[in-house]
């Protein structure tokens, strides 16, 4: 049975927000998640591949996974989106903390059913995980579609925290020889590396050359 979470911010409450449109922009630039639910007592977290389809959270997997099923059950589940954008070096080691992105989501995902759907949730998924990839590959078959599953959570209840700030050092600490300031961090797309059964003459395609 569903119940309300208690999404109040606790500590560093300035750097919280309940703005649906950030809350987007952090899942949209993700590629991944992590869902965490409790089955007979213990507690699982999980990464998870998953797009967003306008105000609900798409997650994919497995018609066999026990997680997917779980979920399915219609049992309470937090999932989360991260993204590490820099160290945060301050002249100590307690006020030294990072930059990051992230939403909370709390709520009941269901699934999605009828073939049409589900096709859409591959192709949505797909393309999110590299925009332009459905025109490059084969369509999906319909024993392939009916192997996979998709939920879909309810992008309703959330709190998104971001962390931006530069060292808050103390002002004992200023004087300190030790250098302070931030690290950036970012995901980047290395060189494509062929299958090693890839045919000859097939070259890599615009859209991963171009992988950021």
């Known amino acids: 049975m569903s119940t309300q979470p208690d999404t109040r911010l606790r500590r560093l409450r ?4 309940k703005d649906f ?20 007592e213990q ?4 990464p998870m591949a998953m797009a967003r389809d306008g105000k609900h959270l798409l997650l994919h997997g497995s ?4 997680v ?12 989360t989106v991260t993204h590490l954008d820099g160290l945060v070096l301050a002249r100590s080691a307690f006020n030294s903390s990072m930059h990051y992105r992230s939403v909370m989501i709390f709520g009941v995902a269901t699934a ?7 096709e859409h949730g591959l192709k949505l998924l797909t393309e999110h995980l590299l925009p332009g990839r459905m025109a ?64 000859k003459g097939i070259t ?4 991963v050359r171009h992988l950021r």
């Open 112 to 118: 999605v059913t009828g073939f049409a759907d589900k």
């Open 68 to 79: 997917m099923k779980s979920l399915d059950s219609g049992i309470n589940c937090c999932v």
């Open 136 to 199: 490059d590959i084969r369509p999906s078959t319909r024993k392939e579609i009916n192997a996979t599953m998709f939920l879909r959570l309810p992008l309703k209840t959330f709190t998104v925290k971001v962390s931006k700030a530069p060292p808050d050092d103390p002002q004992k600490d200023l004087e300190s020889t030790a250098w302070a300031g931030v690290v950036p961090l970012r995901l980047k797309a290395g060189k494509p590396i062929a299958a090693p059964d890839l045919a």
């Open 14 to 17: 300035e750097k919280g927000s």
């Open 204 to 207: 890599v395609p615009a859209n």
């Open 43 to 46: 507690p699982y977290v999980l």
């Open 21 to 40: 449109t950030l809350a987007c922009e952090i899942i949209d630039a993700a590629k991944i998640c992590h869902v965490g639910i409790t089955v007979d």
């Open 63 to 66: 018609i066999a996974s026990r």
